[in-house]
């Protein structure tokens, strides 16, 4: 399909007969731009070119119903209302290979008021030539088959929905329905949807036997259970990527959180903990020194006078010693304890007695003390903590005190700023929160998990019943059966659909890796593309085969992997549609878009219609591509007269190149 002309009478803002060629030449040749600014009337094109194609079905409805009608009510030019003009149009000439030739079409689609009403027409000429009404509704049925709205509207990239495609991240679940509708797998879906339906009907369902609808009752449990898996591996998915998001945002938080000074709660506890760890070894070490300074250091001052008490007191208890050796031990029973038959005599005895006596205690000793044994230990062991006395280690103490007391400010202080500062709050507020998401998403992923293991198991029960089962119906059944039949159709058909979706798949890798080769940056170079063919989840590898994570892409560069693959889709669906391009440029950067200009562009096929406005493409960017501009228009809305006005320039930038008319 390929479109010519596009004249739209009395429609949105364009008031009067407005006539647009659409035509192009060839593939070199292959752009109609046109210019406009937000409100001037491009979105009127694009809804134009669906409702003459498709009427009520460009609304997803299947009647000319009131619904429908009111619709095209608010469509229709105020100002022709007003002025009580009958005839609102919108005419597209196209044209079509078929059966390997070439037909050109022309589709009117035109709208009459009468009073409170509208009544709509819509004729079809064929080469010049009006078709039946019969024949118009078969144009119109062939036409939904072979270029169902679904799949022109994926060729109709609005810069607003493919945004939004990104930002909501439902690529997978945009990508499953482009794949399905540019391959023609829909219709694979509507048979084997049809064949169960059919089998469901009374007259068909009343006939099968009890063994045919248990097994058709299985297969709709196995159907309900593959849909249920696949929700829940799409949904696991969006877990993990949310998870990573939500880790990802954490830790940047984190980091800025730290950065500027901020303790989490575990840090601030720590923190307080410490400075009460040093708080309490301080008072320890200053208490010991107190009480030796109370109890100890007067005696350290009065050494020498306690030296001479314990001098005295070891004096005292050898007289002590002495006296009681001379009490228990007389010089007579000294003298009788030597053997009487010694050649001593008295005086001899009595110089050994002294002598021994003296050994003990030689002084003659005034009492003073007058100290027990365990008082003289006592005053002893006193002596020795006062001469083992160190003034140094109590300097020491003092100096280790001040140092504590100054790292107990510098926590006290940084625990003080931190409770004080708001940013670091706010900031520790969302951190605390974002860990609340984390554990609530990796809770609902753990019970995701549950539940995808369950259903496996289930799928697997569902299915060693439906193939036991269907041995046994298959078996009892003569060929030709319509069960037999049936059920044949429909997996011939699941088959195929699935061998060819792998296939065309294979062929979508390859050519949306060429496409970003040639419009990424060098720096992001992608060497291959790969695309699960049963969650449609999409994955970019660079030169050493490594993942790149598509989350770290930019919003253009997104848009971009996007754009790339549905376009190597529809070159791979072998399909010759149209491309247009809604203020699809906004979002890029001035190297992508010289890249989407120069190299994605001219690789469209033969037609591409960009609607933009005078901030996508610059006079430079105009020159770039002018080489493949066809025609120009800049449609431009006039408040003063309530109409657009258009001309055959892009916002009056002069092109050299010449135009075809």
């Known amino acids: 399909m390929k479109f010519n002309r596009l004249v739209l009478k009395n429609i949105g803002a364009f008031y009067g007969n407005n006539d647009f060629d659409l035509s192009t030449l060839n593939k070199r040749q292959n752009v109609v731009l046109f210019g406009g600014k937000n409100g001037s009337g491009k979105t009127t094109i694009l809804d134009s070119l669906r409702i003459v194609l498709f009427g009520a079905f460009a609304f997803g409805l299947k009647t000319d119903s ?45 709208w009459t008021k009468q009073r409170n009403s509208i009544k709509e027409s819509f004729m079809v000429l064929k080469n010049g030539q009006p078709l039946q009404e019969k024949d118009v509704e078969v144009f119109q049925t062939k036409l939904r088959d072979e270029t169902p709205p679904q799949l022109l509207e994926f060729c109709l990239f609005d810069g607003e929905k493919i945004s939004q495609v990104i930002s909501k991240e439902t690529l997978s679940s945009y990508l499953n329905q482009t794949a399905k509708v540019m391959f023609n797998l829909d219709l694979f879906e509507s048979l084997e949807a049809d064949i ?18 248990t097994l058709l009752q299985i297969e709709q449990e196995k159907n309900a259970l593959d849909v249920k898996k696949a929700e829940a591996i799409t949904e696991l998915e969006a877990l993990d990527k949310l998870l990573d998001e939500k880790n990802s945002l954490h830790s940047e938080l984190n980091r800025q959180f730290h950065v500027n000074g901020g303790l989490e709660k575990k840090e601030r506890d720590m923190l307080v903990k410490k400075m009460s760890d040093i708080d309490n070894r301080r008072l320890s070490m200053m208490e010991k020194n107190r009480e030796l300074l109370s109890s100890l250091f007067p005696f350290v001052l009065a050494r020498d006078l306690l030296q001479s008490a314990t001098v005295q007191m070891e004096l005292e208890a050898k007289a002590d010693l002495k006296n009681e050796f001379v ?36 002084d003659e000793i005034q009492p003073i ?15 020795k903590q006062v001469s083992d006395f160190a003034p140094k280690s109590i300097l020491d103490d003092f100096k280790q005190n001040t140092d504590l007391i100054k790292e107990v400010q510098k926590i006290r202080k940084q625990i003080e700023e931190n409770d004080a500062s708001s940013d670091l709050k706010d900031l520790l507020d969302r951190m605390h929160a974002i860990q609340n998401e984390i554990s609530a998403t990796q809770f609902r992923k753990e019970q995701m998990l549950v539940l995808l293991n369950d259903l496996t198991e289930q799928l697997s029960q569902k299915e060693q019943q439906y193939q036991s089962l269907k041995v046994k119906v298959m078996a009892s059944k003569k060929m030709g059966h319509v069960f037999e039949i049936a059920n044949k159709v429909s997996e011939v058909s699941k088959l195929f659909r699935d061998m060819q979706l792998r296939k ?16 990424y940056r060098k720096e992001l170079f992608v060497t291959r593309v790969k695309i699960n063919p049963e969650t449609f989840q999409l994955k970019i590898f660079d030169a050493n085969q490594e993942e790149i994570n598509i989350d770290i892409l930019s919003a253009g560069e997104k848009q971009i992997l996007l754009l790339s693959t549905v ?6 669906s072998k399909r010759r549609l149209p491309f247009v391009f809604d203020t699809l440029l906004g979002r890029l950067d001035q190297t992508h878009k010289k890249a989407i200009l120069e190299q994605f562009i001219p690789r469209c096929g033969e037609q591409v219609i960009i609607l933009s406005t005078d901030s996508e493409i610059s006079p430079e960017q105009f020159s770039d591509i002018k080489g493949s501009i066809a025609h120009t228009y800049t449609i431009d809305f006039d408040t003063e007269n309530v109409r657009v006005n258009k001309s055959t320039n892009y916002f009056g930038m002069e092109n050299n190149y010449e135009f075809s008319t």
């Open 66 to 110: 009131a619904v429908y009608l009111d619709k095209i009510e608010a469509k229709l030019n105020s100002k022709a209302k007003k002025d009580h003009q009958g005839l609102f149009q919108i005419i597209l000439e196209l044209e079509m290979v078929e059966n390997l030739k070439r037909n050109q079409y022309t589709l009117n689609r035109g």
């Open 567 to 572: 376009w190597a889709m529809a070159m791979c």
């Open 196 to 213: 169960e339906t059919y089998l469901k009907q009374e007259k068909v369902y009343t006939s099968l036997s009890q063994d045919e609808k």
């Open 369 to 383: 003390h007058k100290a027990s044994v365990v008082q003289r230990a006592e005053i002893l062991g006193f002596y």
């Open 327 to 362: 009490k228990t031990v007389s010089l007579k029973a000294f003298s009788d304890l030597l053997n009487p038959e010694s050649s001593l005599v008295d005086n001899d005895i009595a110089e050994i007695y002294n002598k021994i006596t003296d050994l003990l205690s030689t």
């Open 504 to 519: 065309k798949l294979q062929q979508v890798e390859l050519e949306a890796a060429r496409m970003l080769q040639i419009i």
